[in-house]
């Protein structure tokens, strides 16, 4: 078995293990290439189902792009997808412009508490990864959260020989990490050995390629001339820039992520 | 084509602060394979903070952990050479966060031990290397770090060597290669060092490439561990990952623990280009099976040619336990071996070991936090399962309390508990084992002594003279001199149970009570047999050869367990 072989492996086992654990299990999907991947790493572990809803967080701030792409995708998959938006919030005027942080938490770890409070989810598979981030590359595969969604970091449960928490109180629950250990060099080859459909916004247009996809405000894009697959993980081969380098609300300061993180962002 | 290549993976340990994270990042500066900004990040923040600048920030990902200059939780960063990826994990040193270390080491097949060259061995030094051994991490080099302190001298480093040595061969680790270097400056990170000409070995970036890769366990027998059944259509899929072995589409197959027998009529895919009629340990599969009788999570699915694995509800086990909350006996708890889960309980505690000192407690009745035991578990449902020392990931199991993994373990083999089979007569009692089995298992290919059935005779009670591996004659005689109590066996009945000293030989041959028949032919041999015991208390072994026939009487009879 090869890297991918064994990166898809244990992706799926984490997969399969999170759909016997918990009754009520969802998987986040922003439409970017890490959760489109894990759409396809999910059909492949059911056999072509997916036996649990997609949930997709959207802050009316998305690029158009992403809405039509997830459209298309949830139709031809014939995905259960759940879109909720905190109208309340934007309601009362709450933007980027109220302050990066501030948004990130109303519109998306607030707009996410509201659905596991309405869903009562018990279990949330997120398509984050160890190289994304410093707080990140501390997670636990199966990581616990609170009522409040709220992250113990610093006192985290011993997790190993792929033997996950599954007990937990009433009400908590658990964060999913099924390509923790992926980077995003394996993202792309993997898209390429799958031919797995993305957002094309990750192909370079005149001389500029998103590489993380977020919030049109918040998302910067790159300079570069990929414009295929190929191309892109070729010149991933060669960088050594940050991926997020073109995400704000990393930048805010050294620990923001880690703020936003323990209080329930993804 | 996508080229990929072979995933090592080590994980780095040692005592807090002698400069694992430091190693860990200095070895990711010295190859480039840092993303850009990283270092500035890592300069930035020393600023900020008005602290010295660290390599450890660039693991140190948390705002504690850069606080208090300590590694608090394990993580992952990967890094590659021109052989192979590797994903170094860095584990904290600190011994309250030593479930985060076991949470990051149990993932690794080699590990960097790392000794700061002033400071010497430590507590964690020698409780990581323990729990390395206890793994079954058996690659591992000695860094001997932070030379710049002892002024790159050979004498000292050739103290710590020394020290960490004896204690690592006392548990059999014996690590492959002791490399003097300093994180801090780099010195035979990536570059060998010139202020220690006297060090012609490899440097710690040469030195991961010579680690060896395990075998394939592809070689092994068969082990599916039935993860989940799915109906979504027509199909009634079987879904699990492959622990070892491999299977064809085809294959006769056995269920354990029922052993139900079918065989492999499908591997299911979903992508055209998935379909396949084989497939190895690694792989998470879904296979469709011709008989459709009712298969559930945590049974074994094995190939009938391969060797069966161990079935059971009673073992011996190496553990580990991490919670604040003791372990202890008779205590219900749940155990999860591959996909099986279970209740158990701990049913004897045999000895408990401070992984540090190693001083070894027999009459422990609790297992505290950070310490290492030797106990026997009882589970309440028979389980599948192999010995660690054949199969790693079908031989080790996680002990949950509570909300929480606790404890981790491997296991040692199947555990047959003894019975305390006794005469008896009115308050006087002679436990004996003269009646047990000697059995040789299949497959664990050792020969045990099984008491069969747990009973007291009484007199006049007739007794199982005659067993699968054992036969006495009608007349006999039972000696305890260690009891001092003899048994007399009349027509294969108990008929009295005396004192030693009313004894007298009648001519019957004389056995123990554990069932060897004694050298003695008339009463000047019995006189002697019995002084003989008494000035030997201390040499049984010298005794028991030169009164005893162990065998006379017996034979050895195959069994499968
Ligand atoms: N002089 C000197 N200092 C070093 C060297 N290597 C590491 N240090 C310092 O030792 C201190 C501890 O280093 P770390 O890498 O954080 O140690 P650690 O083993 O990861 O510590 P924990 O993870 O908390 O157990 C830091 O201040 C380092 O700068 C070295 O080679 N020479
Ligand atoms: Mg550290």
Redesign the interface.
């Known amino acids: ?6 990166l ?3 992706s ?2 984490i997969l ?2 999170a ?2 654990s918990f009754g009520k299990l969802g998987m986040l999907w922003s439409v970017g290439k890490d959760s489109t991947v894990m759409l396809w790493l999910a ?7 997916c ?1 649990f809803p997609f949930i997709h967080i959207d802050t009316t701030y998305k690029i158009p792009e992403m809405i039509r792409f997830r459209d298309k995708i949830a139709k031809e998959y014939n995905l259960d997808l759940i879109v909720y938006t905190n109208w309340d919030a934007i309601n009362n005027g709450m933007g980027p412009e109220k302050g990066r942080l501030v948004c990130c938490k109303a519109l998306k770890t607030d707009a996410l508490q509201h659905v596991i409070d309405k869903y009562k989810f018990e279990g949330l598979i997120v398509g984050v990864r ?2 994304e ?3 990140r ?2 997670e ?1 595969i199966f990581s616990e959260r609170n009522k409040e969604s709220e992250w113990n ?2 006192n ?6 792929d ?1 996950f ?1 599954t ?3 009433k009400g908590n629950h658990i964060r999913v990490h099924p390509i923790l ?1 992926w ?1 995003e060099l394996d993202i792309w ?1 993997y898209i ?3 031919n797995i459909p993305v957002v094309d916004l990750y192909f370079a247009k005149n001389g500029k390629r998103y590489r993380s996809l977020g919030c049109a405000q918040c998302t910067g894009q790159v300079d570069s001339n990929a414009s295929t697959v190929d191309e892109i ?1 070729e010149e991933l081969k060669h960088t ?4 997020r ?1 073109g995400r704000a609300q990393d930048r805010e300061d ?2 923001a992520m ?1 703020k936003l993180r323990k209080d329930g962002y993804m | 084509m996508v080229e990929s290549k072979e995933i090592f993976k080590i994980v780095v340990v040692g005592h807090v602060d002698h400069g694992k994270s430091t190693v860990i990042g200095r070895l990711l500066y010295d190859t480039k394979s840092l993303p850009e900004g990283a270092i500035e990040k890592v300069k930035r923040i020393s600023k900020e903070t008005g602290k010295p600048f660290e390599y450890a920030y660039l693991l140190d990902a948390f705002e504690e952990e850069q606080k208090q200059g300590i590694t608090i939780d394990t993580t992952q960063i990967q890094f590659h050479t021109k052989k192979r990826d590797y994903v170094i994990i860095d584990a904290p040193g600190h011994v309250e966060f030593l479930k985060n270390m076991i949470s990051g080491a149990a993932n690794a097949e080699a590990a960097l031990l790392v000794i700061d060259a002033n400071e010497g061995v430590r507590e964690q030094s020698k409780r990581h290397g323990y729990i390395l051994s206890l793994l079954g991490i058996k690659k591992v080099y000695v860094l001997v770090n932070k030379m710049d302190l002892i002024d790159y001298s050979e004498e000292k480093f050739l103290d710590v060597k020394s020290d960490m040595d004896i204690f690592l061969k006392s548990i059999n680790v014996f690590p492959q290669k002791y490399i003097p270097v300093s994180a801090f400056h780099g010195e035979n990170i990536a570059l060998s060092s010139e202020k220690m000409p006297w060090y012609k070995g490899d440097t710690v970036l040469d030195a991961l490439d010579i680690f060896e890769k395990d075998k394939e366990i592809t070689d092994k027998p068969l082990r599916l561990p039935i993860q989940d059944v799915y109906k979504f259509d027509n199909r009634r899929i079987i879904a699990g990952r492959i622990e070892s072995g491999v299977l064809n589409v085809g294959d006769e197959i056995v269920i354990y623990p029922s052993k139900r027998t079918s065989k492999i009529k499908s591997i299911e895919y979903w992508q055209e280009k998935d379909k396949t009629t084989k497939a190895e340990a690694g792989m998470s599969v879904g296979i469709t099976l011709f008989d459709e009788f009712f298969y559930k999570r945590g049974e074994f699915i094995t190939r009938k040619d391969d060797e069966a694995p161990l079935v059971g509800d009673t073992f011996k086990a190496n553990i580990f336990w991490m919670s604040e909350n003791r372990l202890i006996v008779n205590k219900r708890y749940k155990l999860k071996l591959v996909t099986q889960e279970t209740e158990c309980e701990i049913a004897a505690i045999n000895k408990v070991i401070d992984a540090s000192t190693l001083f070894s407690n027999d009459d422990a009745k609790e297992v505290n936090t950070n310490e290492v035991a030797e106990v026997v578990i009882k589970t309440k449902d028979k389980i599948c399962f192999d010995e660690f020392r054949n199969n790693h990931v079908t031989g080790r199991f996680v002990i949950v309390d509570g909300y929480d993994i606790s404890g981790g373990g491997i296991i040692n083999g199947l555990e047959i508990l003894d019975a305390a089979n006794k005469f008896i007569k009115g308050n006087v009692e002679l436990p004996i084992t003269c009646f047990d089995e000697y059995y040789y298992l299949i497959p664990s290919n050792e020969i045990k002594k099984v008491a069969v059935e747990r009973k007291s005779y009484k007199i006049g009670d007739r007794l199982p003279i005659n067993g699968d591996t054992y036969y006495y004659p009608d007349n006999f005689d039972v000696v305890d001199l260690n009891n001092e109590l003899s048994a007399l066996i009349r027509d294969g009945r108990l008929v009295d149970l005396i004192n030693l000293n009313e004894y007298e030989y009648k001519g019957y041959p004389v056995y123990s009570s554990d069932g060897f028949l004694a050298n003695v032919k008339n009463q000047d041999d019995f006189i002697n047999f019995k002084n003989d015991f008494k000035k030997s208390k201390y040499g049984l072994v010298d005794f028991a050869n030169k009164w005893y026939d162990p065998m006379a009487n017996k034979r050895i009879v195959y069994k499968a367990v």
């Open positions: 078995m090869d890297r991918l072989d064994m898809e492996a244990e799926i086992y399969r293990e759909y016997k059909k492949k572990a059911f056999f072509g189902h036996p160890r190289d981030e410093g707080s590359s501390k636990r970091y610093t985290q449960p011993p997790e190993l020989w033997q928490k007990d937990f109180p250990n980077t080859q390429k050995r799958e993980i050594n820039i940050n991926e380098a050294a620990y880690q």
